[in-house]
């Protein structure tokens, strides 16, 4: 008899064990750290769109972010904020402008002539045209210098005065969840490789 409740009782307590373990390992469960996914981008650019915000569900496949793909020259240019051609311009300014003063001086030399006989008018309307001409093409180089030494647009600004032979790649997320974190921000440059967003896949 003895025998039969020590069983008993090793048994009841065998199963509330068997039973508190099953309990801890359901609670362990659902504390488990929720899974998250960092989207990188998968090529170097600049960033053109962001189509989500934090804290939002996401459906998978869904794109996050707008990558704009430019040629490398386009891509430097922008970068120094300079015109290709400036330094070319600028020498060309300094260059029509020395004729200037050149055809300027050849006027004085004429118009002595000139008035000592020494020369006929027409060399001397000869001097002044060449002298008009100098001045206009001073003035035509001296605004494409100006235009050139205007400050670099605004990120912001680009999309509608840059070439269109960009390329755009959207950026999808590989599984629904929830946006955790946006790493990026509109115009931003980024590598391939480099952090886009943080996702939360349990987060349905």
């Known amino acids: 008899m003895r025998r039969v409740i020590l069983f008993s009782v090793i048994t009841i307590g065998v199963i509330f064990f068997a ?9 362990g469960g659902a504390n488990a750290p929720t899974g ?7 090529v ?13 569900a996401v459906a998978e496949g869904a794109p996050i972010v707008e990558i704009a793909v430019r040629p490398a020259a386009t891509n430097q240019a922008n970068r120094d904020g300079a015109r290709p ?24 030399r004429v118009e002595q ?14 001097a002044r045209a060449d002298f008009q001409k100098a001045q206009e093409r001073l003035e035509q180089l001296q605004k494409r210098a100006a235009t050139d ?3 670099a647009q605004p990120v912001g600004d680009r999309a509608s005065a840059e070439p269109t032979d960009e390329k755009i790649v959207q950026v999808r997320v590989p599984s629904a969840g929830g946006v955790r974190v946006i790493s990026v921000k509109r ?3 980024v590598t391939a490789g480099q952090p886009l967003a943080t996702v939360s896949v349990d987060d349905r």
């Open 19 to 27: 039973a508190g373990c099953g309990a801890n390992k359901d609670a």
């Open 36 to 42: 998250l996914i960092v989207v990188n981008a998968p």
């Open 44 to 56: 170097a650019g600049e960033v053109r769109r962001v189509l989500v915000s934090e804290n939002i």
């Open 85 to 108: 051609n400036a330094p070319n311009r600028r020498s060309a300014v300094d260059e029509a402008q020395r004729e200037v003063e050149r055809t300027s001086v050849e006027i004085s």
């Open 113 to 126: 002539l000139v008035a000592s006989k020494a020369a006929p008018q027409s060399q001397l309307d000869a």
């Open 149 to 151: 030494s205007l400050p």
């Open 187 to 189: 115009g931003q440059t």
